[in-house]
């Protein structure tokens, strides 16, 4: 069964430092997301990501943060400055057309103190 | 608009039904839902695209209703390995060739008892 594979699964920053989420999509999917989720709460929409440029963003995704598919197979969510408020888990997913559900990635738990 | 999902909770014995509801206020393309167990990513189980349209996953099955922009999810004769958090998400229409996120529920919460 092919997976989303995300690193690390655990990070923990000081606020103010810059991070970087790293995920790998299943290699023919097109479509590509971070969502983040804050203690079992709600799953969050972040940002899209098709064609090589971002879809849509949510008001969450300001100017801190960025997204990056740098080499084809990499996706990667930057976010400059973090917060104490930035601490969820995050999770990356992808899908092979609109009509297919998300598979997740295992996550990233992020931990700003 | 984020859906509202209904229960926020639901206990059950091994072998009783559960059925979760999940409606929006604006014109839906597509239903999602998805399972979360305890510290791990949502599992994708169904989507719906169709209005009308019902779907079956062993015994979990699912229905959306367009008009009433209102999905169901159906668990019957529930197993203790349906515990967890239940999450609907729904789509709005886009273009063909463009992609619309999913924006989720704050889920349903089901606790299975033996």
């Known amino acids: 069964e092919p997976e989303v594979t995300q690193t690390p699964s655990h990070q923990v920053t000081q606020m103010g430092q810059e991070v970087i989420l790293r995920c790998v999509p299943i290699?023919?999917?097109?479509?590509f997301y971070w969502y983040r989720q804050i203690l079992g709460q709600k799953v969050e929409f972040l940002v899209s990501?098709?064609?090589?440029?971002?879809?849509?963003k949510s008001e969450i995704f300001d100017d801190q943060f960025s997204v990056e598919r740098p080499d084809g197979s990499n996706f990667t969510l930057k976010i400059r400055s973090t917060k104490l408020e930035d601490s969820a888990m995050y999770f990356c997913?992808?899908?092979?057309?609109?009509?297919?559900?998300?598979?997740f990635g295992s996550g990233t738990r992020l931990t700003v103190v | 608009q984020q859906p509202v999902q209904s229960p926020q909770a639901v206990i059950l014995r091994e072998g009783e039904d559960a059925v979760i509801n999940c409606s929006s206020s604006?014109?839906?393309?597509?239903v999602h839902w998805y399972r979360q167990k305890h510290g791990e990513a949502p599992v994708f189980l169904m989507i719906l695209l169709k209005g009308g349209e019902q779907k079956g996953h062993e015994k979990i099955s699912a229905s959306f209703n367009e008009k009433k922009q209102q999905s169901s999810l159906y668990l019957t004769a529930s197993q203790l390995s349906y515990s967890g958090t239940y999450f609907c998400g729904t789509g709005g229409a886009r273009a063909a060739g463009r992609d619309d996120k999913i924006i989720f529920g704050k889920g349903t919460r089901l606790h299975i008892l033996p």
């Open positions: 990501f098709y064609n090589n440029e971002i879809s849509e």
């Open positions: 997913a992808s899908r092979g057309g609109q009509r297919r559900g998300y598979t």
């Open positions: 290699s023919n999917h097109l479509y």
């Open positions: 604006k014109a839906l393309y597509s």
